[in-house]
């Protein structure tokens, strides 16, 4: 069996120990879906991955054991072992399976707005449900293929769930907020149907597995939508980023609207904090910290390292600021277009910081300034990807990139601003701008390490800010 689960781990897109030695230490059952039909049991393990430095990582398997082999899903078997009730069993990916996903879907249909009676599941799984909406049990399952760190699957028209691969003991903040936001009625998320969790015995905390939520099926994703702009600009040699048919800047606008509108929403329904001047300084270090050692990775930095670390310390020049609830991880990726306006996603934080730290309170420009990259590295990707049909020669493309990325980052911090009823100077500024440095300096180590050919898109960022 533990060969087997090794292997396909190490296959699986979700696996975030690709490149680093490891070894499947454990593996437990800790619960089954109920009313499976004979010859099926659909149970949720948890895999431990021990790295040789002595870190380990907790696993989500979602598995579906069959006592005859299943044709239709025979690109997802992953070996076959023994079962303790159905003997000789055929072991698959039940995200894979519609009969398996059919059982989920029930489950978080029966049980209504409670958790799962005891009776009703086998081992601790805890099926909860909000109120507002009710299940079509009848729609088909279909996985996505594109997803990198968890797994979606996707109800017909109806319904949406992610399955959380890695998982960490304690509360997942996609969940939390994405709750908050419902009940608040916010229009700028995918409504929060419900969710499943247990209480693990090995650390007495609760786990949470997944969470199901309204389909956006017809939306646009934020990043393709941007992408097409500046295509649509490149075409155009004689014309301006505002003068183009597909100018984005409204878009920006109304996204601005959108995230300032959020940021409200979780400053009312999530502790507000403030930050001293002793915490800013500990956070003016922390970008230095980071800032050595990207040098290391990066030399190219080092011709940026004084201006950089000059505006890490104007933060420690700062009284005090306030903090909340944020996003933590946003860019044009974690945004949805839809007929009724922009829907942020996936405010499960940066997936490599860990829980605790994603949870914590800070900056609502930290989420700006993540928007902000964004807009910068949509033109410059075009520009080096787009071959003949991206605008001309590189100099040109260059420019026209600085264009679109200048007038949408200005759309979005001027609609952002107003409607925060704030000014872009003073403490803010301050802040942003650190904020921004700090994450220049995040991209150029993962674009130095993972896509090297990338890594000019935040060098030119400091050049073009120097």
Same mark, same amino acid.
């Given at each position: ?27 437990? #059952?800790v619960?089954?879906?109920?009313d ?12 431990e ?25 025979? !690109? ?7 079962? =303790? ?7 698959? @990916?039940?995200?894979?399976?519609? &009969?398996?996903? %059919? ?12 958790p ?16 507002g ?17 968890n ?15 890695k998982?960490t ?27 499943? @969790?247990?209480? @693990?015995? =090995? /650390?007495?905390?609760?786990i949470?597995?997944a969470?199901?939520? &309204? ?18 600009l ?5 014309l301006?980023?505002?003068?183009v048919g ?7 606008? #109304?996204?601005?609207?959108a995230?300032?509108e959020?940021? %409200? ?7 507000v904090e403030?930050?001293?001047?002793? %915490? ?25 390292? /004084? ?23 946003? !860019? ?13 996603v ?5 997936p ?14 930290? =989420? ?58 003073g ?5 942003? =701008? %650190? ?32």
């Open positions: 069996m533990n060969d087997d689960l090794t292997s396909w781990i190490s296959e699986a897109r979700w696996f975030g120990g690709k490149g680093r030695d490891w070894t499947l230490t454990s593996v437990r #059952r619960g089954e879906l109920p499976a039909p004979e010859g099926l049991r659909v149970a949720i393990q948890l895999a991955v021990t790295y040789d430095d002595g870190s380990t990582d907790l696993y989500q398997l979602p598995l579906a054991f069959y006592a005859e082999p299943q044709e239709r899903i025979s !690109h997802a078997l992953i070996g076959e072992w023994d079962d =303790d009730e159905l003997g000789h069993a055929h072991v698959y @990916d039940a995200l894979h399976d519609r &009969q398996a996903m %059919a059982l989920w879907l029930a489950a978080f249909a029966r049980h209504g707005v409670a799962a009676p005891p009776s009703d599941v086998r081992g601790d799984l805890m099926f909860h449900r909000l109120p909406h009710d299940l079509d049990i009848e729609a088909h399952s279909t996985l996505f293929s594109g997803e990198q760190s797994s979606s699957v996707a109800f017909g028209e109806d319904a949406l769930m992610k399955v959380f691969r998982v003991p304690g509360v997942n903040p996609d969940i939390a907020i994405h709750q908050v936001l419902t009940e608040a009625e916010s229009t700028h998320v995918a409504a929060l149907y419900g969710w499943l @969790d247990l209480v @693990d015995d =090995d /650390t007495n905390t609760t949470q597995l969470m199901l939520q &309204q389909f956006l099926r017809t939306a646009s994703d934020g990043w393709d939508l941007a992408l097409a702009s500046v295509r649509n490149f075409a155009e040699a004689d301006h980023a505002d003068e597909g100018d984005f800047a409204g878009e920006a606008a #109304r996204l601005g609207i995230l300032a959020v940021h %409200a929403d979780l400053a009312a329904h999530f502790p403030r930050r001293e001047a002793d %915490a800013l300084g500990e956070l003016a270090q922390a970008m230095e910290d980071r800032l050595v050692a990207a040098l290391d990775v990066v030399p190219d930095l080092a011709a940026h390292e /004084t201006r950089l670390r000059e505006t890490f310390a104007r933060l420690r020049e700062l009284d005090a600021v306030e903090v909340q609830q944020v996003h933590g991880d946003l !860019h044009l990726g974690q945004t949805l277009r839809t007929v009724k306006g922009w829907k942020i996936d405010f499960e934080g940066e490599a910081k860990p829980l605790a730290e994603r949870l914590r309170p800070d900056s609502a420009w930290r =989420d700006v300034a993540g928007m902000v990259r964004s807009f910068d590295y949509a033109p410059r990707v075009v520009a080096m990807t787009g071959g003949a049909d991206a605008g001309g020669e590189a100099e040109q493309r260059a420019y026209r990139a600085s264009e679109w990325s200048a007038r949408n980052r200005a759309a979005f911090l001027a609609a952002y601003t107003e409607k925060r009823g704030e000014e872009l100077d403490p803010n500024g301050v802040l942003l =701008d %650190a904020y921004l440095a700090d994450k220049v300096v995040y991209e150029a180590v993962y674009e130095a390490r993972n896509r090297p050919g990338w890594l000019s898109i935040p060098l030119a960022a400091l050049e073009e800010s120097s």
